[in-house]
């Protein structure tokens, strides 16, 4: 069969014919594993498969449609997240007004979750629940007759009298070995633009090593999923495939926990170590504060790494402890500070707007990120998203912590306010985030950590490229301004630079 794989694009898009700064670089840093994994076992069975990466193209509703009716599917699959979902309504109706016998697969997180809304949208023929390569394969088997829908696990389908039914659960499997490389080849690489500071070499490619998160931070939509790993040995050759077949030099893991335990990780990189990988390519990855230790930070340098990354989320404690993050700032401390000193360029992740959070907390905040040697931070407004442990908390006392100020939930969500603590106004919000950005990255010891970095012209073309990012996250402006740069670096500097 010809079956044809769609990212969908983005709203802004649709409503402004391009996209904001922050938009570009986080959206359309790296290809959607999610569909090339499927589509390559959709290749091992004999399909062919297209795929369609709307938003990093950059494409509008109807350019995507004349790009998968050019296809000529047999089947179309359309993967969609709670950000983009109102997007993907809009193109599934756009599909099946063009391709009206042609079955429309809705899968991704959004389904899974939400499954009776998101498939009240009719143009949705089968809703695919969970991960998506054994199933997407039964679907297709079904479609050329070998099979009947009734008997594709973890499925929802639209009866001829409109009701939506239900198929029997799918065991999740366990070993993610027997799982084929992504289908990288199916997508251009030059599509995706990594984000400046965190290019270390190019070309850069993502990989996953692990899927689900054995945690319960009350904001995420994995909280609890459950954890699962690959061998350290497909690992490894999923490296060695990227740095032969596509000439990678730097490889972002991108699971959503890479460092779930110590023995995990120093099982993969005595891998490293026998196949000599740092010789081949650099990577980063994720890490929790409390697995990681000097010895194994430093393994992970020797062994290639540039940079890890740490979800703080908050320089509170009682915060911290709200959010069931299961951490705490001394532990947090202690990480940082031993990956900084092994030379791995620690970058951490933050939310404001916790629902507990005031402006306190949000300024301890920041002055807890200062006062810990971070070279980068990426700092994002807290979003309500259904399914998750806050989510739950607001639906049994949310009038406790404050209110939505905007109940849509689309690819800005994180970087505009949707929900607001008591005591705090939209506009203090956006404010503090800037206010964020600025006093971090606007100080001596930070501006030095990436002067240290600056090796070639092209790393010096590679923050100029940045500069609309970094005006829109320090100044909420698209574009950098004269003012703005003497606000920096001439008699305008802040308070705190100036003091220094």
């Given at each position: 069969?010809?079956?044809t794989?769609?990212?969908?694009?983005?709203?802004?898009?649709?409503?402004?014919?391009?996209v904001?700064?922050v938009?570009?670089?986080?959206?359309?840093?790296?290809?959607p594993?999610g569909?090339?994994?499927?589509?390559?076992m959709?290749?091992?069975?004999g399909h062919t498969v297209s795929?369609?990466?709307?938003a990093?193209?950059r494409?509008?509703?109807?350019?995507?449609v004349r790009?998968?009716?050019?296809t000529?599917p047999?089947v179309i699959g359309i993967?969609?997240t709670?950000?983009?979902?109102?997007?993907?309504k809009?193109l599934g109706?756009?599909c099946?007004?063009?391709?009206p016998s042609?079955?429309?697969v809705?899968?991704g997180?959004?389904v899974t979750?939400?499954?009776?809304?998101a498939?009240a949208e009719?143009?949705?023929?089968?809703?695919?629940l969970g991960?998506?390569?054994?199933?997407m394969l039964e679907?297709?088997e079904a479609?050329?007759?070998?099979?009947?829908?009734d008997?594709?696990?973890?499925?929802?389908f639209?009866?001829?009298?409109?009701?939506l039914?239900y198929?029997?659960?799918?065991?999740?499997?366990?070993?993610?070995?027997?799982l084929p490389?992504?289908?990288r080849?199916?997508?251009?690489?030059?599509?995706?633009k990594?984000?400046?500071?965190?290019?270390?070499?190019s070309?850069?490619?993502?990989m996953?090593?692990?899927?689900g998160c054995p945690?319960?931070?009350?904001f995420?939509q994995?909280?609890?999923?459950g954890?699962?790993?690959?061998?350290?040995?497909?690992?490894?050759d999923?490296?060695?495939?990227l740095v032969r077949d596509?000439?990678?030099?730097?490889?972002?893991f991108?699971?959503s926990l890479?460092?779930?335990?110590?023995?995990?990780?120093?099982?993969?990189?005595?891998e490293?170590r026998r196949?000599?990988?740092?010789?081949?390519?650099s990577w980063t990855?994720?890490?929790?504060?409390e697995?990681?230790?000097?010895e194994?930070?430093q393994?992970m340098k020797?062994?290639g790494?540039w940079?890890?990354?740490?979800?703080i989320e908050?320089?509170?404690?009682?915060?911290l402890?709200?959010?069931s993050?299961g951490?705490t700032?001394?532990?947090i401390?202690?990480?940082?500070?031993?990956?900084?000193?092994?030379?791995l360029?620690p970058?951490?992740?933050?939310i404001?707007?916790?629902m507990?959070?005031?402006a306190?907390?949000i300024r301890?905040t920041?002055e807890?990120?200062?006062?810990?040697p971070?070279?980068?931070v990426?700092v994002?407004i807290?979003t309500?998203?259904p399914?998750?442990?806050?989510m739950?908390?607001?639906?049994?006392?949310?009038s406790k912590?404050?209110?939505l100020?905007?109940?849509?939930?689309?690819e800005k969500s994180f970087?505009?306010p949707t929900f607001?603590p008591?005591g705090?106004e939209?506009?203090?919000i956006?404010?503090?985030?800037?206010?964020?950005?600025?006093e971090f990255y606007f100080?001596?010891i930070t501006?030095?950590r990436h002067l240290e970095?600056?090796?070639?012209?092209r790393?010096?073309?590679?923050?100029?490229s940045a500069?609309?990012l970094?005006?829109?996250l320090f100044?909420n402006?698209e574009?950098p301004?004269?003012?703005?740069?003497?606000?920096?670096?001439?008699s305008?500097?802040s308070?705190?630079m100036a003091?220094?």
């Amino acid at each position: 069969m010809r079956v044809t794989l769609v990212n969908p694009p983005l709203d802004t898009v649709l409503a402004h014919g391009h996209v904001s700064p922050v938009t570009a670089y986080l959206f359309f840093n790296s290809a959607p594993l999610g569909l090339l994994y499927i589509a390559a076992m959709l290749e091992r069975h004999g399909h062919t498969v297209s795929c369609i990466d709307a938003a990093a193209e950059r494409l509008d509703v109807a350019g995507t449609v004349r790009r998968i009716d050019g296809t000529q599917p047999d089947v179309i699959g359309i993967g969609s997240t709670t950000v983009v979902f109102e997007t993907t309504k809009l193109l599934g109706a756009a599909c099946k007004g063009a391709m009206p016998s042609t079955p429309i697969v809705l899968g991704g997180y959004h389904v899974t979750l939400l499954p009776d809304e998101a498939m009240a949208e009719r143009s949705f023929d089968i809703g695919a629940l969970g991960e998506g390569e054994h199933t997407m394969l039964e679907i297709c088997e079904a479609y050329s007759g070998r099979r009947s829908l009734d008997d594709v696990q973890s499925i929802c389908f639209r009866r001829p009298d409109g009701t939506l039914h239900y198929t029997a659960a799918r065991a999740r499997f366990k070993n993610l070995d027997e799982l084929p490389f992504p289908a990288r080849h199916l997508l251009p690489a030059d599509i995706y633009k990594p984000i400046p500071i965190d290019e270390h070499a190019s070309p850069k490619f993502s990989m996953i090593t692990s899927r689900g998160c054995p945690h319960a931070c009350a904001f995420c939509q994995k909280s609890k999923s459950g954890y699962r790993s690959h061998s350290p040995e497909y690992i490894a050759d999923e490296v060695e495939h990227l740095v032969r077949d596509f000439g990678a030099r730097d490889i972002a893991f991108v699971d959503s926990l890479f460092c779930a335990s110590k023995k995990r990780v120093m099982g993969i990189m005595d891998e490293f170590r026998r196949r000599k990988i740092a010789e081949k390519v650099s990577w980063t990855c994720s890490s929790r504060v409390e697995v990681v230790d000097k010895e194994l930070l430093q393994q992970m340098k020797d062994n290639g790494c540039w940079r890890t990354r740490f979800g703080i989320e908050s320089g509170s404690d009682r915060v911290l402890d709200f959010i069931s993050k299961g951490i705490t700032k001394d532990k947090i401390r202690a990480a940082i500070t031993a990956a900084h000193e092994v030379g791995l360029r620690p970058k951490a992740f933050f939310i404001i707007g916790h629902m507990p959070d005031t402006a306190a907390t949000i300024r301890e905040t920041i002055e807890f990120a200062k006062t810990i040697p971070l070279h980068d931070v990426t700092v994002q407004i807290n979003t309500l998203l259904p399914k998750t442990p806050q989510m739950e908390m607001w639906e049994r006392e949310g009038s406790k912590w404050g209110r939505l100020v905007n109940e849509s939930t689309d690819e800005k969500s994180f970087w505009e306010p949707t929900f607001v603590p008591w005591g705090l106004e939209p506009e203090d919000i956006i404010d503090f985030h800037r206010q964020f950005y600025r006093e971090f990255y606007f100080r001596p010891i930070t501006i030095a950590r990436h002067l240290e970095t600056i090796q070639s012209w092209r790393d010096v073309y590679k923050y100029a490229s940045a500069s609309n990012l970094f005006s829109f996250l320090f100044y909420n402006a698209e574009k950098p301004s004269l003012s703005m740069l003497k606000g920096v670096f001439g008699s305008g500097q802040s308070d705190e630079m100036a003091a220094k």
